[in-house]
């Protein structure tokens, strides 16, 4: 077995596999939405299956690349750059997609960059990939792009920006988007920016940092915004040179992305006032927990969008994460998300109620106070 996965880090299993064993516990532990697939998006797919089914184009049904082209192009700045069909490519969900982009972009002496914190996949992708990969916080307090990160960036040969974040749902302002774009323009850095939870932001305006990078890559995905997580349908937007190369991987690996899983995500797209109801329900929910939180003294950065806070809770994450599981409170820690993080836990809001919500922090005081 190789060295590289072996040393991938599922660690986090932990926590499922002992929650999942205990009765009346508050999972804060999964990133995944509370709400059903839309029952219009679930109809779809019946009067898909009049069509003669088989393999979808690899580059995904060209309805969906429509209505993808048209999500895409009502965010700020894109409508300059002329997307056409041939810049977008439907993948086997949003990891499929980075999949193809780290397999495309990097080899072995090759350098990935992430944020300290990030998303657990993408230093697993790199491992099964077989490239470099390091870690480094990309902002100060200021929202200032931190000097130690311009070094960072000018070294590496790739970089992931994720906009709105996990697992601390930082957004971007327009002005961190302009900087680290330009920067990573300025040193040859290829920029992915993965936005797969763009409509999800609380009070504030996405802003992809790719408008100001021409060497960058778009990842999205109907997961979250769409609470279509298992149906596995995300994108990229690129060059179209580089899109040919992205699907000979997904050529290789999945062949392409499935066609019943696309029916259902036209209609998500083209039909998507549940979107606005799903995160007018996270923002209360947001606020809930914000409310909570300072309650018990966590030093936190309020989430403005995605469906996780990532409070800091004054000893290892491990073990407050485990102890609490016997309390009723499942949790992710947040060493395996960055080597800065032991001490923080990610709390997925998005996962539940606003009564789950009180009734494990009503747990969480009469344990903590």
Not at 105 to 110: F, K, N, P, R, S
Not at 165 to 192: H, R, S
Not at 266 to 294: C, F, K
Request: charged fraction near 30%; glycine fraction near 8%.
């Amino acid at each position: 077995m190789r060295e590289r996965i072996e040393n991938i880090d599922l660690s986090i299993r932990k926590i499922s596999e002992k929650a999942s064993k205990k009765d009346d516990v508050v999972r804060f532990d999964i990133g995944q939405p509370s709400f059903d697939t839309p029952e219009h998006v679930k109809e779809a797919t019946k009067e898909g299956l009049k069509e003669k089914q088989g393999y979808s184009p690899m580059l995904g049904l060209e309805k969906l690349r429509k209505a993808i082209l048209k999500e895409e192009n009502e965010k700020k700045g894109f409508k300059e750059f002329d997307l056409g069909l041939e810049n977008v490519m439907v993948t086997t969900g949003g990891m499929g997609a980075l999949f193809a982009l780290f397999s495309a972009h990097l080899g072995e002496d090759d350098k990935a960059l992430f944020n300290d914190p990030c998303w657990g996949p993408y230093k697993m992708i790199s491992e099964v990939n077989g490239n470099e990969w390091e870690q480094v916080q990309y902002w100060n307090d200021d929202r200032e792009l931190r000097d130690e990160a311009r070094e960072k960036i000018a070294e590496a040969d790739f970089m992931v920006v994720n906009t709105p974040g996990n697992p601390t749902g930082y957004v971007l302002t327009e002005e961190q988007a302009k900087e680290i774009g330009e920067y990573a323009e300025e040193n040859d850095t290829f920029l992915v920016s993965d936005e797969v939870y763009h409509r999800l932001i609380y009070g504030k305006q996405h802003f992809s940092p790719a408008v100001h990078a021409h060497d960058s890559a778009v990842v999205g995905s109907a997961s979250k915004n769409h609470a279509m997580t298992g149906w596995r349908v995300g994108w990229i937007i690129d060059e179209p040179e580089n899109i040919e190369e992205y699907a000979k991987v997904s050529r290789a690996s999945t062949a392409c992305p499935p066609r019943i899983s696309q029916y259902a995500a036209i209609e998500a797209l083209e039909n998507d006032s549940h979107v606005e109801e799903m995160r007018e329900a996270y923002e209360e929910r947001r606020d809930l927990l914000v409310e909570s939180m300072n309650d018990l003294g966590w030093d936190f950065v309020a989430p403005e969008g995605a469906i996780y806070a990532f409070p800091e809770v004054g000893e290892d994450s491990w073990d407050f994460c485990m102890d609490m599981i016997d309390e009723g409170v499942a949790m992710v820690p947040g060493e395996p998300m960055g080597p800065e993080s032991d001490q923080n836990v990610r709390i997925c809001f998005g996962s539940t109620t606003k009564k789950e919500i009180n009734k494990a922090f009503d747990r969480l005081e009469g344990e903590l106070q």
